[in-house]
């Protein structure tokens, strides 16, 4: 058994090590077109914010200890240029010695990642313009950074675009990031991301969201220190000066090998593989950034993440040594921290629904990380997504403490097919520091089951009725300290008193501050025979909205 | 409908929160014995350690507050004393004015919860004998602290014994935990309860494992402060003096009103419900600490837990007033912060199954919060118990970052009846600061498959086959600092060329630190005909067997 594997990053490297763990006697070999195998891609930003000061420390694995772990070679600077399915041979460029040279197999992996997208704007070759892709994207960015620039502009709102530009902000380097969409991190729906535009701002960041960079041209001469300035022309005609411009905008799977090879690849241009991780050749796998996936809704799909790529990396080498694992779906569990925030999601968004016209209900929910009455508790939001069956759909969380756990939960809650229903009683464990007794998981199955069985009827804050009186039944204090406009105060402790006041001839909709007492106002006035909903998480979601759609800051 | 509910903390009081918001005309009367409903009863140690400096904080809900949400009356001070239940009525002895009424109801849900066991010993009525159950219990524990005393002792090391210990450390008093089991926190194994021995030691608390109080004796008249002297004498033979004694060894059931009532009981003491938390009685509910549950492996046991009394709450309720609520299993998910560490448990322990007799494979991993390239990575201790077929029984999870996350997506995943083979392929949420591509559920997951499959054969620390070799393939550098007794050295880079030294008559137990060069190893030797197991956990979970079982310092 002759194994090659072409990549040696994530999941290339991980198929090696699981090859060589499941069959000792196989030759193996790994490619590797760039100079290091297995090194931290996802630690790149963190160096050159200095949170990782030591850049060892981000190469995982050197192909010599990967050699005398696995006794694999592995054959850094070679670079698969061609593949031959039929005659199972590659061709290999050895970029040191500059000569090609053939290479048989008997199985195959593909693992060659993917590479950041470049847009086609006059300037983008600039020396100025740089991606954070690679250890030597990374130096370069740090070498600019150590040599004392002071403003960047970060060209994506994304995962790397935002850790970036908190890393750079760390360096106290005046950071603008240009986003096209009108939200930051657009596999969030626009109201969770809002708190990231918050956070971000707070800490000096400048947002330009809902823009596009047009060109960027050169301005005047090297200074003193020997930087130069480029000017960022925006679609809409402005522009600003910056010495250092960082692509984040997407990434591009990197499958004009497998499709010169004639491998299937799909619309996208990933390579296609079935549930074996097997191309359309058979003997030939792929994994990685360089493969359609299926999402959580059965739609083809490139989801470039470190998870699925090793998972695939495992399977691939099992089943090119005779085994029989699967690879189905790749649902976008994802987690950032931006500053004390995190975001996190998995699953389906919104927006994603409403894309593939999949019915589903929503809630939202601004519980605790933990017990309030224990110091350090922090609120987070969390939106809910399912079907009119309890099916679970997509989560997405946004706070400080806790929102790494909670969207894990709801992540392994989601792939075992457990309903809304089947969260209110995960029993899942409790004390004061790390969670309550009803914990933010089992509050959103409460929240979802009560809407589900008609308990609860929801308004949202994207469609509130445009004739429903508001009714705030909070205190007068909160009341006091602002409330949405046009409502009209009732506080929940005298709606037994008073709910003659209110209009039978409208709908009404009630909200608190986070959508516990506005539930208990609707069980009241429905009980009453009013018409009446609840606000989903109360004003503290309402206002989500308010700022999640910024542009032209 | 006329609905009382007796017991107004946790499970009582969350039956009539969820009953009101059910049915708005519902008459509802709750009684609580006490003075307080839905009390913080997990917050107690936080006070008197002052993390938690308010004590209102820890009063969730007044009755006032509670009458103006829900329209429900609470008596509090008011003890049900009898129930007919025949008649449809209870005795109710309002200790305020000392007088006793009746009051019938259509249905009824007790709550009556647990009480502390007192132990009965000579001196055990001593003042300076306390227990922490209820508010009264913390303001008079609290009230001995703030008065200057210098000394206590704890009796049991489970829970709420620990916290205290904790909590008393943090108010500079000199702390001694007498614990009759040989290990600490009795629903984790040992070795994995070791690391909470080592913590509190190195805290200055003074641990008396194995060891049990015979007897309690005053000395002296009280000093200068006011406080008097206590001796604690050791069933073996040790004295010792103290100025407070907190018995911590455990709760029974409050079900002297059920059994008197006719209703079945269990053997140890718990309330007999079936699914719907239905009593041996028609319309009589019963919730909370007061019951007896199903455990995780069928069978019958007492569990109090905050958790699972509020969800009980809420199903009593619902069953109450028509619905069809069900509860099945109490798994015993717990976690529990001690000084910086993090203990979580799910399922059945090895003991259990030891115990019920259950075929069950356990695997150790010592895998770290997150990528460690990030700063702030922390090691964790996990245990996985599963059965043959892959099912998983029990996890228990001992560390500081990240505990409580995994032990709750494992506890998810267990209740959602997943694999081990399911494990491997959960998609979590990576990012630097919160984890890794391969998290360690999945690593758990790995290893648990490759055990199954034959891939890897395990050793276990308790169980070493005696006349093996063992064979440490760490570096040099690594065996020299310390390895197991007897252990030959062969760093696992140079396994592939020197395993010709190795005996082919004898059984080798390779290992490393944690477990994975250990396994790599094994997978050399194997595919050379050699007999060779793993060390699961490698030499870390080695030392935790160590120190795991500490005796009467």
Known sequence: ???????????????????????????????????????????????????????????????????????????????????????????????AKGIRYAESFDRLILSPGASPVVPDIPGIGDPAV?????????????????????????????FIGLELAECLRDRDVEVTIVEMSPQLLPPLDPEMASPLAVEMEKHGVRLLLGAAVAALRRTGVPDDSGTTELTVELA?????????????????????????????????????????????????????????????????????????????????????????????????????????LTAAATGASEKALMAAGTPHEKIYLNPFSHATYYPGAEMMHLKLLF????????????????????????????????????????????????????????????VAANVLSGKSDLAHADALPPDALLLDVREPAEFAAGAIPGATLMPLGTVRERFAELPRDREIVAYCAVGIRGYLAERILKAHGFKVRNLSGGITTWKLFGTGLRKNR
């Open 236 to 340: 809409d005609g402005r522009s600003f000066t910056t010495e250092l411009v960082v692509l984040a905008i997407g990434v591009r799977p990197n499958s004009e090998l497998a499709k010169s090879a004639g491998l299937a690849v799909g619309a996208h241009g990933g390579i296609l593989v079935d549930e074996k991780l097997q191309t359309s050749r058979p003997g030939i796998y792929a994994v990685g950034d360089a493969i359609q996936v299926s999402d959580s809704l059965g739609r083809p799909a490139q989801i470039p993440l470190a998870g699925p790529a090793n998972r695939q990396g495992r399977i691939a080498a099992d089943n090119a040594l005779g085994g029989a694992g699967t690879y189905r779906t790749t649902y976008g569990t994802s987690v950032v921290k931006l500053f004390g």
């Open 387 to 446: 079907s009119r069956e309890g099916g679970i759909l997509g989560a997405q969380i946004t706070g400080r403490g806790g929102v790494d756990k909670r969207i894990d939960v709801l992540a392994t809650a989601m792939q075992a097919g457990l309903t809304v229903y089947d969260l209110q009683a995960l029993e899942l464990a409790y004390a004061p520091p790390y969670g309550s007794a009803k914990d933010p998981v089992n509050f959103a199955g409460f």
């Open 1 to 95: 058994m002759k194994l090659l594997i072409i990549g040696g990053v994530a999941g290339g490297a991980s198929a090696a090590a699981r090859a060589r763990r499941v069959d000792e006697s196989a030759e193996i070999i790994l490619f590797e077109r760039g100079e290091h195998i297995s090194f931290a891609n996802c630690g790149l930003p963190y160096h050159i914010g200095e949170a990782i000061p030591n850049r060892d420390s981000l190469l995982i694995m050197t192909p010599a200890r990967f050699k005398a772990r696995t006794g694999i070679e592995v054959r850094v600077r070679h670079e698969a240029v061609a593949i031959d399915p039929d005659a199972k041979t590659i061709t290999v460029l050895d970029h």
């Open 130 to 158: 740089a991606m954070l892709w690679t250890l030597d994207d990374m130096d370069r960015i740090k070498a600019r950074v150590d040599a004392g620039i002071r403003r960047a502009v970060v060209v994506g709102g994304g």
